[in-house]
């Protein structure tokens, strides 16, 4: 079983609140990813990582931020949430650029 | 550039029916083809993968082949249970098809097992 962790799982903030929603793994992985799943279920890669130091953005345009300080942890930030963010946040990690991705339980953002 | 269409849902199956998600992609060099399950409230895990022609993938009574004359990777299942209800997403990796290799997937395929 794979050991990638989110938290927070669910959170509730107002406009302008800077937020940071962790994601962790303890499997040694270089590679991670952030997805942003809509209502419609619908998953759009937003940011990606080969490793230390490393930060890619994906095919979705995201006003979100990330860094990769450590392999094992990939945080992403919003400076100023907005309604428009409100949606599911999926991390991931793959050992490698083709290999399985590992997915975390998601956290689910709602902004007021 | 590369791409993945699954069929649309919600599907909505009655308890030991059968189970076909049809799911087609193109791609410019031999992607990695996958199925993922996403479960209420959970993240996406993988179900089964093929890696090359003809080879057949196969977890937990689903089973999916990769089909490079049809570029198909329609999944199957003999006899879905309630506890298969889930959303199902087929997904390519493709090394040469300006992705980076990362995974593509489709808009997932959501399904219902009525008892």
């Known amino acids: 079983e794979a050991d990638i962790y989110q938290t927070p ?5 107002g406009t ?5 929603l962790e994601c962790s793994q ?5 590679k991670m990813y952030w997805y942003q799943q809509d209502p419609g ?8 990582s080969y490793g230390v130091n490393s930060t890619e953005k994906g095919d979705l345009s ?3 931020t990330v860094s990769r300080i450590r392999t094992e942890h990939f945080p992403l930030t919003l400076e100023s949430a907005r309604p428009s963010h409100t949606s599911q946040y999926l991390c991931a990690s793959s050992e490698g650029g083709l290999e399985t991705q590992y997915f975390g339980p998601g956290t689910r953002l709602l902004v007021l | 550039g590369d791409s993945v269409t699954q069929m649309e849902g919600p599907v909505t199956l009655s308890e030991e029916a059968f189970l076909t998600i049809n799911c087609t992609y193109t791609a410019t060099g031999y992607p990695s083809l996958f199925w993922y399950v996403q479960y209420p409230g959970e993240g996406l895990q993988l179900l089964l993968k093929a890696t090359k022609a003809d080879d057949k993938g196969s977890n937990k009574g689903f089973e999916a082949t990769y089909r490079k004359e049809t570029t198909s990777f329609h999944l ?3 006899s879905v249970q309630v506890s ?3 959303v199902y997403f087929c997904a390519l990796s493709d090394p040469f098809g300006g992705s980076q ?6 808009k997932g395929t959501k399904l219902s097992v009525k008892p």
């Open chain 1, 9 to 13: 799982r669910y959170l509730v903030i």
């Open chain 1, 16 to 20: 302008g609140k800077k937020i940071t």
């Open chain 1, 26 to 30: 303890t499997m040694g992985h270089d």
């Open chain 1, 41 to 48: 279920m619908e998953l759009h890669l937003i940011h990606y």
């Open chain 1, 62 to 64: 995201s006003e979100s």
């Open chain 2, 76 to 78: 199957e299942k003999g």
């Open chain 2, 84 to 86: 298969d209800s889930a």
């Open chain 2, 101 to 106: 290799g990362n995974l593509i997937f489709g």
